[in-house]
C-alpha cells in the first residue's frame, strides 16, 4: 500500500494550517481511513497534535536539513502504512532559506519531491476578489507543483464567500470548503507555538470540533480526489538520522522536556537503542543502569522553581554526569547550566554541570537553520562531524562561563562561523536542535 497525499499550505503564516489540517486528518480518519500526518519544516510540536487526531505517528520532512534519503525514508514509512497522507507546511508555500535548488526548507520542495498537490488555505478577512490574485500567484510562481485547490478561511457571510468564489471561478481554481470566523477553532498558543498537545485541555474533544467544522464546511470527497499519486525514489539504504549517544538512554520526558524530533527518536531505536523515559519535574534522576542521558528542549523557564527544588533529579544528574554522557538541547542546554532566569526575573540554581546562565526576563527571538560542526568527540559523534538543525528560543546568555565550545556554527545566510554551546567533561550542550548528519 502506498497512501496518495496532499500538502495544506498557504501564502503566509498564521493562515489557519494547522486547525484546517487538524480537522481534516480527524474528518477522514471518523471515515474510516488510515491517515498519516506529516510535518514539513523543523517543528517538533505540530507533530504530537498530528499523531493525536490521526492515532497513527507523525513526522517532519525538511528539504534543507535532511539529506534525501532521510526524506524518502520518512515519507515512505508514512505512504506505505496509510490510505492518504495529509501533511502540513511552514509558513508561506515558498518560503525558505538560501540553497541548492530542492533544498531550502520550503513547502514547495516537499510537495514536488513527493508528487503531492497542494491544497491552499487562504486567510480572506479584510479581501474578496484579491484573494484569487493571491492564488493565481502561487499557481504560477513554481512549475514544480500543483495547487489543486482552495479552502477559504475567516469568511465574514454568505455575500464574502460569493465575491471571493467569484475570483477563484475566474483562475479556474476550485474552492474546496469555506470556514466561518470562529474563535473557538483555535488552538491555545504560548511563545514558541501552541500550547503542546499533553497540555491541551479537552484536546480530542478539540479535535472533534474541528472535524466537524471541517466536516460541515470542506467537501472532503473533492479533497479525497484533489490527493495525488507518492512518488518517492526508494532510498537506497537506511538512513538514520543522528548516531545512538548511546544503547540504553535516559531520555527527560514531561512538560518541561518533550522537543524531541520523532525521526530522531525512531532512528536511535532502528539502530537498536532503548530510549529509558524519566520526568524531573516528578523529581525522577537518570535512571542508573543508562549509559547515556539526554534532556531535550522544551519549557523549563515555565518551570523553573519546581526543577530548582527537585533534589534528587539535580544530584542524580550530576551523579549521572561522573562516568558518562549528558546532552543538553536548548531547554536541557539551559537546565545543564548553573541558573535560569524566569519571567519574573527570579533567578534559579540549575544543575551547574556547565558555566552558562541564561535568562527568559531579557528575550530575544532566536530563529533559524544553523550547520553545526562538533569541536570534540562526544554522543552526536566524533570531532568535525557536521550536523544540520536549528534554532528557536527567547531565551538569551547572560553570562556564558569559561566552558570549552560545544561546537561551531554557521547559519544558511552566510554569517561568519561562531563558537556555540558548552561542553565540560562528559557533558555537553547548545541551543542547537540537530536534526540530521550534514549530507
Not at 560545544?406 to 556555540?420: I, Q, R
Request: hydrophobic share 45%.
Amino acid at each position: 500500500m502506498t497512501a496518495r497525499g496532499l500538502i495544506i499550505a498557504a501564502p503566509r503564516s498564521g493562515s489557519g494550517k494547522t486547525t484546517i489540517t487538524l480537522g481534516l486528518q480527524r474528518a477522514l480518519v471518523r471515515r474510516g481511513l488510515i491517515v498519516r500526518g506529516l510535518k514539513c519544516g523543523p517543528d517538533y510540536i505540530d507533530p504530537a497534535f498530528h499523531a493525536a487526531a490521526t492515532g497513527a505517528p507523525s513526522a517532519n520532512l525538511d528539504s534543507y536539513a535532511m539529506p534525501d534519503a532521510l526524506l524518502r525514508q520518512i515519507a515512505q514509512d508514512a505512504a506505505g502504512h496509510a490510505d492518504i497522507v495529509i501533511a502540513e507546511g511552514s509558513m508561506g508555500l515558498f518560503d525558505g532559506v538560501p540553497g541548492e535548488a530542492g533544498h531550502t526548507g520550503a513547502s514547495a520542495d516537499i510537495a514536488a519531491s513527493m508528487g503531492w498537490p497542494v491544497v491552499l488555505v487562504i486567510d480572506v478577512s479584510g479581501q474578496a476578489q484579491s484573494a484569487a490574485a493571491i492564488a493565481l500567484g502561487c499557481m504560477h510562481y513554481d512549475p514544480r507543483i500543483t495547487i489543486a485547490g482552495v479552502i477559504l478561511n475567516k469568511v465574514a457571510s454568505e455575500r464574502h464567500q460569493r465575491l471571493v468564489g467569484q475570483g477563484m471561478a475566474r483562475i479556474g481554481l476550485p474552492v474546496l470548503g469555506a470556514l466561518p470566523r470562529e474563535a473557538s477553532l483555535i488552538l491555545p498558543e504560548r511563545h514558541l507555538g501552541l500550547v503542546q498537545a499533553g497540555e491541551t485541555e479537552d484536546l480530542f474533544a478539540r479535535l472533534d470540533a474541528l472535524a466537524d467544522a471541517i466536516a460541515a464546511a470542506v467537501d472532503l470527497d473533492a479533497v479525497l480526489a484533489a490527493a495525488g499519486t507518492t512518488t518517492i525514489a526508494a532510498p537506497l539504504a537506511p538512513a538514520p538520522a543522528l548516531p545512538a549517544p548511546g544503547r540504553r538512554i535516559a531520555l527527560a520526558r514531561d512538560a518541561a522536556f518533550s522537543f524531541v524530533y520523532p525521526h530522531v527518536e525512531a532512528g536511535w531505536r532502528a539502530a537498536g537503542a532503548e530510549l529509558v523515559p524519566f520526568s524531573p519535574l516528578a523529581n525522577e534522576s537518570p535512571p542508573e543502569d543508562c549509559d547515556s542521558c539526554w534532556l531535550p528542549g522544551g519549557y523549563p523557564e515555565l518551570h523553573a522553581e519546581r526543577i530548582a527544588g527537585a533534589s534528587r533529579f539535580l544530584d542524580g544528574l550530576r551523579s549521572f554526569a561522573r562516568t558518562r554522557p549528558v546532552h543538553g538541547e536548548c531547554g536541557g542546554y539551559m537546565v545543564l547550566g548553573r541558573s535560569l532566569i524566569d519571567a519574573e526575573g527570579v533567578t534559579h540554581a540549575m544543575a551547574g554541570l556547565l558555566g552558562v546562565e541564561t535568562s527568559f526576563a531579557k528575550r530575544k527571538m532566536n530563529l533559524g537553520y544553523r550547520r553545526a560542526v562538533l569541536q570534540a568527540d562526544g554522543p552526536l559523534g566524533q570531532a568535525g562531524q557536521a550536523l544540520t538543525g536549528h534554532e528557536f528560543h527567547y531565551a538569551t546568555i547572560v553570562a556564558a562561563g569559561d566552558d570549552a565550545p560545544f561546537a561551531v556554527v554557521t547559519d544558511p545566510h552566510g554569517s561568519a562561523p561562531a563558537p556555540a554551546g558548552s561542553r565540560r567533561g562528559h557533558v555537553t550542550g547548545s541551543f542547537f536542535h540537530a536534526i540530521a548528519l550534514a549530507p
